[in-house]
T-cell receptor, first 116, second 111 residues
């Protein structure tokens, strides 16, 4: 399977704990996006990378959230001191973009986080 | 404030054509419109993308009027397997940080 993969698929954690999610994009894709989706809502943009550079972050993203994409390959999203409001599906997407400003994104299956 | 608005739900029957409209009043000249399909417990899947007038591929058509303040996804002859949530996505102002999804339209196809 050469699609976008995410690990783990499900995570249950206690409030206050740190969690880290991993995303492996399609190998030739240079852009990688993280979204959060809650029940009944559309995906909400969190941050995006072009190669290894994190170029944009949502103003809604608190300081407890951090993302990395070392070497421009896989990416990790860490949430520190989790809160119950962090419970959501975290989606990763990747795309290949050259001189186009926006191109088709391929989404992974998501990581469902439950904070108890 | 950029906003992408679409109906919450729609019902249809197998074999019918379904049209789902999305409003994006603050769309700028060079902003693209993209539609995605999502099944439960899966990530969204790309359907179609357009900039103006009409785009057609093997699964759908996308109609964009001249003022570009709305767009319509057209699904010809839907089947039961088309039951899903459909999202409109607009990239506002060329900024990747301004990727705004609508809240989604839940399409229910009945036999």
């Amino acid at each position: 399977d050469t699609g976008v993969s995410q690990d783990p698929r499900h995570k249950i954690t206690k409030r206050g704990q740190n969690v880290t999610f991993r995303c492996d994009p399609i190998s030739e894709h240079n852009r990688l996006y993280w979204y959060r989706q809650t029940l009944g809502q559309g995906p909400e943009f969190l941050t995006y990378f072009q190669n290894e550079a994190q170029l944009e972050k949502s103003r809604l993203l608190s300081d407890r959230f951090s993302a990395e994409r070392p070497k421009g390959s896989f990416s990790t999203l860490e949430i520190q001191r989790t809160e119950q409001g962090d419970s959501a599906m975290y989606l990763c997407a990747s795309s290949f973009s050259s001189n186009l400003r926006f191109s088709e994104q391929y989404f992974g299956p998501g990581t469902r986080l439950t904070v108890t | 404030l950029a906003k992408t608005t679409q109906p919450i739900s729609m019902d249809s029957y197998e074999g019918q054509e379904v049209n789902i409209t999305c409003s994006h009043n603050n769309i700028a000249t060079n902003d693209y419109i993209t539609w995605y399909q999502q099944f439960p417990s899966q990530g969204p899947r790309f359907i179609i993308q357009g900039y103006k007038t009409k785009v057609t591929n093997e699964v759908a058509s996308l109609f964009i009027p001249a003022d570009r303040k709305s767009s319509t996804l057209s699904l010809p002859r839907v089947s039961l397997s088309d039951t899903a949530v459909y999202y409109c996505l607009v990239l506002y102002g060329g900024s990747q940080g301004n990727l705004i999804f609508g809240k989604g339209t839940k399409l229910s196809v009945k036999p």
